[in-house]
C-alpha cells in the first residue's frame, strides 16, 4: 500500500526554538496533504490543508505564522513550529491524498515536547 | 461548527465478545464516513469505510449507517485483545475534502 513517510518521530526541544518536521509520499504524488494535531485523549484537530505550489488554508484558531507550512514538492510537505512553547506540545500527524478521502494515507506522527 | 461524538469509554469485552462502537455526526449533508484505529502513540489506520444506509461487513468488521439518524456504528465480532486500541469515527465534510474526526473510543479486550 501507499507509504507516508513522516520525520522525526520525537522531538525535545527547549523554548523558543524552531521544529521542522517532514512529511513525503513515498510511491505517489499527492497533490494534497494534510496536518493534525492531537492532544492526549483528543481527536485528531485538523491544522491545515497543504496544496503543492499554494498557500496552505489554515484552519480556524491556527496561527499561519507559527505553524510554517511549505508544500514545495508533490512528495513532500513540511510544518516548521515556529518559536515553540510547552503548549505546544503535542503529537502532530501529516496525511496525504491520493485522490479522495478514501485514499489519505497517514504518516508515523511527530511527538513534539517543548521544555 | 461541525462536530463527531463518541463515547471516549473505555469499552470492556471480553474476548471472544462482540464489540460495539457508536457514532453521531451533525453534518445532515455528510455522506461518506470512515472507521479508524489507532494504537497508544501510532498514527491512525483506516478500517471501515461506508457511504450508504445500512450495513457493510468485512471479516470481523460491520460498519453500519443511518443518515436520518446521523449515526454510525462499528461492530467488532469475535474481539481479540490485539484489537483493544482507540477507535476514531471520522466524516468527511460535507463540500470539502477534510475529515472531522471524533474524540475515539478506548477499547479494552481481556483475554
Known amino acids: 500500500g501507499a507509504v507516508v513517510s513522516q520525520h522525526p518521530s520525537w522531538v525535545i526541544c527547549k523554548s523558543g526554538t524552531s521544529v521542522k518536521i517532514e512529511c513525503r509520499s513515498l510511491d505517489f504524488q499527492a497533490t494534497t496533504m494534510f496536518w493534525y494535531r492531537q492532544f492526549p485523549k483528543q481527536s485528531l484537530m485538523l491544522m491545515a490543508t497543504s496544496n503543492e505550489g499554494s498557500k496552505a488554508t489554515y484552519e480556524q484558531g491556527v496561527e499561519k505564522d507559527k505553524f510554517l507550512i511549505n508544500h514545495a514538492s508533490l512528495t513532500l510537505s513540511t510544518l516548521t513550529v515556529t518559536s515553540a512553547h510547552p503548549e505546544d506540545s503535542s503529537f502532530y500527524i501529516c496525511?496525504?491524498?491520493?485522490?479522495?478521502?478514501?485514499?489519505?494515507?497517514f504518516g508515523s506522527g511527530t511527538q513534539l515536547s517543548v521544555l | 461548527q461541525k462536530e463527531v461524538e463518541q463515547n471516549s469509554g473505555p469499552l470492556s469485552v471480553p474476548e471472544g465478545a462482540i464489540a460495539s462502537l457508536n457514532c453521531t455526526y451533525s453534518?445532515?449533508?455528510?455522506?461518506?464516513f470512515f472507521w479508524y484505529r489507532q494504537y497508544s502513540g501510532k498514527s491512525p489506520e483506516l478500517i471501515m469505510s461506508i457511504y450508504s444506509n445500512g450495513d457493510k461487513e468485512d471479516g470481523r468488521f460491520t460498519a453500519q449507517l443511518n443518515k436520518a439518524s446521523q449515526y454510525v456504528s462499528l461492530l467488532i465480532r469475535d474481539s481479540q485483545p490485539s484489537d483493544s486500541a482507540t477507535y476514531l469515527c471520522a466524516v468527511l465534510n460535507s463540500g470539502y475534502s477534510t475529515l472531522t474526526f471524533g474524540k475515539g473510543t478506548m477499547l479494552l479486550v481481556s483475554p
Open positions: 453534518d445532515r449533508g455528510s455522506q461518506s
Open positions: 496525511s496525504a491524498s491520493g485522490g479522495g478521502a478514501e485514499k489519505l494515507f
